[in-house]
Structure formats: structure tokens, C-alpha cells
């Protein structure tokens, strides 16, 4: 009586949004991305386009969190490009840390790729130092055009 109980105490709790969860519900198209808890306060009542605009807002306002993140979205690597890219119109050098992270983060093969060709550049520059791997796929994302202006908006029919 008492596990069923607690299941149904479970089950309520995560339906009221009174529970935290690391990832993305079964099914879903990125149900391999996981997050840690302790760095992403994502309620268990949200929808799946919440939790991806919440970990985004959250890799923009404190990009290390990336690190946290396994097999992270297109639009949680676009964010984070998105900080590289206003790191490098404001600084002088760049930012290899967010770079490094980006690369970590092609480590796993159910990585999606934000940019095509970009876990391509990745591979390419295996075996390099940290630094010279930061450099490859800086420069690599240099050459396409317009790689961090892209608009990511669902679709409207307007009748």
C-alpha cells in the first residue's frame, strides 16, 4: 500500500511542477539531451519548447553551464554561438573557453548539429592542442556567411 502511495504522491508532485527534471520527456525529438540539475531549475510542468527557451536563456546569461548540458540542441549550440559571436565584436581575442565547451560537447555522436558541416570542422581538427582546435573551428565558423544570424521561429499559416 505504501509504494503505491508514494508512487501516486510521485506522480502528482511531477504534474504540479513541484519537481525538477534533466531532461526532455520520452519521445521527444531530443530525449538523449540531459542537463544537470543543480545548474537548471526546470519544472517538471513545463512543455518542451519552455525547457529548451529556459536552457537557452540560461546558456545566454552564464554560457559555462554548457558544460552541464549532454548532447546539447541546435538551439542551445546556437546560443551559445550567439555568445561567441558578441564576445568576439567586443574583444580582442577569443573566447576558446566557449569554444573548447562547443567542442566537448561533439564528443558524442547524438550531438546535433546546429550548422552543417560543423562536427565535419570538428573532426578535422582532432589530435590538435585545445587552443589550435578553438582556432580551427573559429575559423571555420568565420567562413560561413551569416552563421550566427539565423532566425529560429516556428512556423505561422496565415489564412
Same mark, same amino acid.
Given at each position: ?61 552564464? *554560457?559555462?553551464?554548457? $558544460? /552541464? ?5 541546435? &538551439?542551445?549550440?546556437? +546560443?551559445?554561438?550567439? #555568445? @561567441? ?44 592542442? *585545445?587552443?589550435?582546435? $578553438? /582556432? ?5 565558423? &568565420?567562413?560561413?556567411? +551569416?552563421?550566427?544570424? #539565423? @532566425? ?8
Amino acid at each position: 500500500m505504501i509504494p503505491t502511495l508514494l508512487d501516486l504522491l510521485g506522480r502528482a508532485s511531477r504534474a504540479l511542477g513541484l519537481e525538477t527534471i534533466d531532461s526532455f520527456p520520452p519521445g521527444h525529438a531530443y530525449a538523449r539531451t540531459r542537463w544537470d540539475r543543480a545548474y537548471f531549475d526546470i519544472a517538471s510542468d513545463m512543455k518542451p519548447d519552455q525547457i529548451e527557451r529556459a536552457l537557452c536563456e540560461s546558456i545566454t546569461n552564464t *554560457p559555462s553551464v554548457f $558544460a /552541464h548540458i549532454v548532447n546539447p540542441t541546435p &538551439g542551445m549550440q546556437r +546560443a551559445l554561438l550567439a #555568445v @561567441i559571436h558578441t564576445r568576439l565584436r567586443r574583444a580582442c581575442g577569443a573566447p576558446n573557453d566557449l569554444l573548447k565547451l562547443l567542442i566537448d560537447a561533439y564528443d558524442s555522436p547524438h550531438t546535433v548539429e546546429a550548422i552543417p558541416g560543423l562536427r565535419a570542422a570538428i573532426a578535422r581538427s582532432e589530435g590538435l592542442a *585545445p587552443a589550435e582546435r $578553438a /582556432h580551427a573551428l573559429l575559423a571555420h565558423l &568565420g567562413a560561413m556567411p +551569416a552563421a550566427f544570424d #539565423v @532566425i529560429d521561429a516556428p512556423a505561422r499559416i496565415v489564412n
